[in-house]
């Protein structure tokens, strides 16, 4: 695609010099001009050739803008994923850990001193000892 628009712009830059010299070169001349009233097919085939390169210029940037707001729309999903991601990572690190009432085994034993000296129990835990 690339070098079909690189083509098209050379082509739309050479008709436009073209119609810059063309017309540079008659301006004063009134025969020139009516030169070009006879070869009017001349000219309405390089009138509508001009537009054909216009409105496909028209085209491609309507089509690389629309190309270019799916990508920017794509990447704002992304971006809010990775948003909720990260809100749910921190709402879960946030949130205290679930309690798990975990029973001694039958062959081991709970010392009490070890239960009231230990910090990171809550008092319902040391409690229940």
Known sequence: MKTFKTILFVALLIF?????????????????????????????????????LFLVVILL???????????????????????????????SESSPAPKTDSKPEIGEKTSSVDQESDSTKTDDENTHS
């Open 61 to 91: 940037f309507k089509q690389e803008e629309k190309a270019k707001s799916k990508l920017i729309e794509k990447h704002e999903n992304e971006v809010n994923q990775i948003k909720a991601k990260l809100y749910d990572k921190k709402e």
């Open 16 to 52: 436009h010099i073209a119609t810059v010299v063309i017309i540079s070169i008659g301006k004063n001349d009134l025969n020139f001009l009516f030169d070009l009233f006879k070869q009017m097919d001349l000219v309405q085939y390089s009138a509508i050739a001009g537009l054909v």
